[in-house]
């Protein structure tokens, strides 16, 4: 199940075993956090915290035993484990016997931040209840902005919604953060893109997109003032001559590619819809000119490498054939 759905799957009733595992640090915190809140009693005694890295053989013993273990004077215990990605022999040793006959009393919770290849693939085990914890889309996101700021009394409409998810890139951590600094500035009153555009942090990936952009539309002067506020703020030329040989080598790899765009998608680690619209520009440009930016851009990044030219002059160079050249 999505995050999302958690709330409602608690109120129906405490699983067995939660596995909340997905890249969104926020997510697994809060998801571990809402289980606690809702089945956990006197944590003094009824707690117990493991590292699933630290456990390796005979080391799941005590761990096996903790689940094992009688709540006190409470309807629960919870046993909580970080990182668990045990071997299939490890799995079948220490592990399975508890697992598939888990005790009534305990609520085991498996917080992992990503999978591991080798290791047990606790999804695909019909009796875990799986917490997708990963990035949300922006939709979702959005709405989640939305509703916090309307419990919180306060009016905001879905552009500025929309901006919060966008500039923090959908990073619930960060998103959670502005959301809450921008309920203490409003006291209840209203939010607006302004408001958004004047305290929101712009993620530097999120500004880098915004650069990009601005080649597809020919505005040389905000790819100007993006790039160099991001020069200003702890970026380098050679940071960004190598996002625009990227950005440019990814328009070449849409270009010449008969895949589908959503075969593309977890090739280039983008999601559909980018794919989508990377391959509008990448009709703009043209094969052509695609090329001959991402064999430029190359030659400047080994130049500056070698020593034969400053990252200052390669930069601006490159600016004036992506803008100026005639290809």
Known sequence: MKYTELKASIAQGAKSIYLLEGDDAYFRSHGENMIKNAFLTMPELNYSCFDGEALKGSNFTEFASQIKSFPFMAEKRIVKITELHPSESDYEAYLK???????????????NSKSKKGAVDFKRKGFITYIDCNKSDEETVTKWVYITFKRAGIVADITACTKIAQYCLCDMSRVSV????????????NISIKDVDALVYKDAEYRIYEMTNAIARKNYSQFCAIAYDL?????????????????????LIIATSYESDSSLAPVLGMKEYGVKKSREQAEYFGE??????????????????????????????????IFFKDI
Not at 294 to 313: F, M
């Open 288 to 321: 052509k000119k695609l090329s001959f930016f991402v064999n430029s851009l190359y030659g400047k990044i080994s130049s500056i490498k070698c020593g034969e030219i400053t990252p200052d002059s390669a930069f601006r160079l490159s600016i004036a054939e």
């Open 97 to 111: 016997p508890v697992f598939e006959n888990f005790p009534e009393s305990t609520i085991l919770i498996i917080v």
């Open 231 to 251: 020069i200003s703020k702890g970026s380098d030329e050679i940071s960004l001559l190598t996002s625009l040989f990227t950005y440019f080598k990814n328009l």
């Open 178 to 189: 502005e959301v809450d600094k921008l309920i203490a500035y409003a006291e209840g009153g």
